[in-house]
């Protein structure tokens, strides 16, 4: 039985440290915030509870082989799934759309709306069937995932949509809703093939919500780790692998105590490891990735609000007037309200919460001022609150009066709880002209440290965590046997 040591208790960590006891392995993982979990997290304000991480969990099928891993973890056997109506909802001059759970009637919709955006629409239509088909889900038409003779001869469609980012293709709609509801939902930088795929997702009844959101999901995760045996650290912050002769042999933690080890699973931010917790360069494969690709974070408000039924429910994004897109660090603003759990607020009241995606250099902005003039910081956040809660109230004029902020979160702040550099929450951007390739988890001249994580797979999320977890584990079969 080998000893593992794991450093980072988000789902890669955990679901490492779940494999690997499931392999008879002994494992501690060490975690440096008080709970486990990572960016899969929630926390309390005033009696209203944050969920700030699942918009969408891919793997919510049964039929999808991500539900079997999911499973494993402990996540998701035997727990309700929300199936929300509607994916996100594009508010434009107060006239909405909703991404919603029918594809064929939504393209129709569309089409009979803006006739001059149908082969667009349809183009679109056939390009989401395909990716559904290649995922596997099970669902309307999509029993069997497709052959490779299948996807080869659908190759040429997906070419179109693999040279455009999401800016591009929503520029192709003529009809400005249309074009603010494809712009809407992931960055505009992102490549089209990620929006495809995430909206195939949710075609085929894979992308939805766990009951109990992401507080939940974090304390199964954990839970299951827990009753294999495994070992969680908390407040362990580890600041040094030790190598002798190429192999890692123990991890020293800012607490000055150091635990020996076998084999040594990494699920950092590789920008925060290589030279810094561990004396070798980064592997030329990932670096290049830091060199040519945008890392992205976000701003985010909370607030109570005296309504128990606002009109914004799950999540309506809406552009922001041009003049506010620097001052507010992205062009869309996106409000959650998660109304389908019923215990996130005190009776009678809803809780908003919104988040504007920001570029590389906004959250540099940010960690910086941070680090150099708190004053500064706290009150630019101030000004962010107060800025949010006037575009709400001018947006949805019903909300006037009923807003309270309960907190303010920026690029900083995930810098500071996650340990990534750029206060990044997922990993890379996707841009277009891209496939999300898995890196590899081996560091060439340290047999023993193995990396998991989001950041071996743009751009990252729970799904993404979770296998490079599970891939970390099957590696030391290979190690230890
Ligand atoms: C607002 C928001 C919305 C999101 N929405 C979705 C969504 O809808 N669907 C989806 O799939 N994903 C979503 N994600 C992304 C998803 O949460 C992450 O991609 C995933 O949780 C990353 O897991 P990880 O284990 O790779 O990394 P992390 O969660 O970052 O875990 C790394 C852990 O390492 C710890 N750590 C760092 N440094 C040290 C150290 N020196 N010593 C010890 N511990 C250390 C950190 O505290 C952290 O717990 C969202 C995230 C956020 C924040």
């Given at each position: 039985m080998a000893k593992i040591l794991i450093i980072g208790g988000g789902v890669a960590g955990l679901s490492a440290g779940i494999y690997a006891q499931m392999a008879g392995h002994e494992t501690v993982i060490c975690e440096q915030h008080s709970v486990a979990g990572g960016s899969l997290t929630h926390w309390a304000r005033q009696g209203y509870h944050i969920d700030n991480c699942i918009h969408w969990l891919t793997g919510t099928n049964p039929a999808s082989s991500l539900y079997r891993l999911w499973c494993d973890l402990g996540a998701l056997d035997g727990v309700e799934i929300y199936k929300r109506p509607a994916l996100f909802t594009m508010d434009f001059r107060g006239e909405r759309l909703g991404l919603s759970r029918d594809l064929d009637e939504l393209i129709e919709r569309l089409c009979a709306r803006s006739?001059?955006?149908?082969?667009?629409l349809r183009a679109l239509r056939k390009v989401i069937d395909t990716f559904q088909?290649?995922?596997?889900?099970?669902?309307?038409?999509?029993?069997?995932?497709?052959?490779?003779?299948k996807m080869a001869a659908r190759l040429p469609g997906i070419l179109k949509y693999f040279n455009l980012s999401v800016e591009d293709l929503a520029k192709r709609f003529h009809d400005p809703l249309i074009r603010h509801f494809i712009a809407g939902l992931v960055p505009g930088n992102f490549g089209a093939l990620a929006l495809i795929f995430t909206t195939a997702?949710?075609?085929?009844?894979?992308?939805?919500?766990p009951e109990g959101g992401s507080a939940a999901m974090a304390r199964r995760i954990t839970e299951r780790y827990r009753a294999l045996g495994g070992t969680l650290l908390l407040n362990k912050t580890a600041v040094q692998i030790e190598l002798e002769g190429g192999r890692a042999t123990a991890v020293r933690f800012a607490d000055g105590t150091r635990l020996s080890a076998d084999a040594v699973i990494v699920t950092l931010d590789p920008a925060c490891v290589f030279g810094k917790l561990?004396?070798?360069?980064?592997?030329?494969?990932?670096a290049k990735e830091y060199g040519r690709l945008e890392r992205f974070s976000a701003v985010h408000c909370a607030f109570a609000c005296d309504l128990a039924q606002p009109s914004v429910t799950g999540d309506v994004s809406f552009p922001l007037p041009r003049a506010l897109h620097k001052t507010m660090g992205g062009?869309?603003?996106a409000v959650r309200n998660d109304h389908h759990e019923t215990d996130y607020t005190p009776a009678g009241k809803s809780l908003l919460q919104t988040m504007v995606y920001c570029d590389e250099e906004t959250a540099r902005h940010y960690i910086e001022l941070r680090k150099t003039n708190m004053v500064a910081y706290r009150k630019e956040k101030r000004r962010i609150a107060w800025l949010t809660q006037k575009i709400l109230e001018a947006k949805f004029p019903e909300l006037a009066g009923t807003l309270t902020v309960l907190d303010v979160w920026t690029p900083a702040t995930y810098r500071r709880y996650l340990g990534t550099e750029m206060g990044s929450f997922m990993s890379?951007?996707?841009?277009?002209?891209?496939l999300p390739i898995r890196k590899s988890n081996r560091i060439p001249g340290v047999a023993n440290v193995v990396l998991a994580g989001q950041w071996l797979q743009m751009p990252g999320g729970l799904p993404i965590a979770a296998r490079t977890g599970r891939d970390a584990a099957a590696v030391l079969e290979e190690l230890f046997g």
């Amino acid at each position: 039985m080998a000893k593992i040591l794991i450093i980072g208790g988000g789902v890669a960590g955990l679901s490492a440290g779940i494999y690997a006891q499931m392999a008879g392995h002994e494992t501690v993982i060490c975690e440096q915030h008080s709970v486990a979990g990572g960016s899969l997290t929630h926390w309390a304000r005033q009696g209203y509870h944050i969920d700030n991480c699942i918009h969408w969990l891919t793997g919510t099928n049964p039929a999808s082989s991500l539900y079997r891993l999911w499973c494993d973890l402990g996540a998701l056997d035997g727990v309700e799934i929300y199936k929300r109506p509607a994916l996100f909802t594009m508010d434009f001059r107060g006239e909405r759309l909703g991404l919603s759970r029918d594809l064929d009637e939504l393209i129709e919709r569309l089409c009979a709306r803006s006739p001059r955006d149908a082969g667009e629409l349809r183009a679109l239509r056939k390009v989401i069937d395909t990716f559904q088909g290649f995922q596997g889900i099970a669902g309307k038409g999509h029993d069997q995932a497709y052959d490779n003779k299948k996807m080869a001869a659908r190759l040429p469609g997906i070419l179109k949509y693999f040279n455009l980012s999401v800016e591009d293709l929503a520029k192709r709609f003529h009809d400005p809703l249309i074009r603010h509801f494809i712009a809407g939902l992931v960055p505009g930088n992102f490549g089209a093939l990620a929006l495809i795929f995430t909206t195939a997702g949710f075609f085929g009844d894979n992308a939805d919500l766990p009951e109990g959101g992401s507080a939940a999901m974090a304390r199964r995760i954990t839970e299951r780790y827990r009753a294999l045996g495994g070992t969680l650290l908390l407040n362990k912050t580890a600041v040094q692998i030790e190598l002798e002769g190429g192999r890692a042999t123990a991890v020293r933690f800012a607490d000055g105590t150091r635990l020996s080890a076998d084999a040594v699973i990494v699920t950092l931010d590789p920008a925060c490891v290589f030279g810094k917790l561990l004396d070798v360069p980064m592997p030329q494969t990932l670096a290049k990735e830091y060199g040519r690709l945008e890392r992205f974070s976000a701003v985010h408000c909370a607030f109570a609000c005296d309504l128990a039924q606002p009109s914004v429910t799950g999540d309506v994004s809406f552009p922001l007037p041009r003049a506010l897109h620097k001052t507010m660090g992205g062009a869309y603003l996106a409000v959650r309200n998660d109304h389908h759990e019923t215990d996130y607020t005190p009776a009678g009241k809803s809780l908003l919460q919104t988040m504007v995606y920001c570029d590389e250099e906004t959250a540099r902005h940010y960690i910086e001022l941070r680090k150099t003039n708190m004053v500064a910081y706290r009150k630019e956040k101030r000004r962010i609150a107060w800025l949010t809660q006037k575009i709400l109230e001018a947006k949805f004029p019903e909300l006037a009066g009923t807003l309270t902020v309960l907190d303010v979160w920026t690029p900083a702040t995930y810098r500071r709880y996650l340990g990534t550099e750029m206060g990044s929450f997922m990993s890379f951007a996707l841009p277009r002209r891209r496939l999300p390739i898995r890196k590899s988890n081996r560091i060439p001249g340290v047999a023993n440290v193995v990396l998991a994580g989001q950041w071996l797979q743009m751009p990252g999320g729970l799904p993404i965590a979770a296998r490079t977890g599970r891939d970390a584990a099957a590696v030391l079969e290979e190690l230890f046997g």
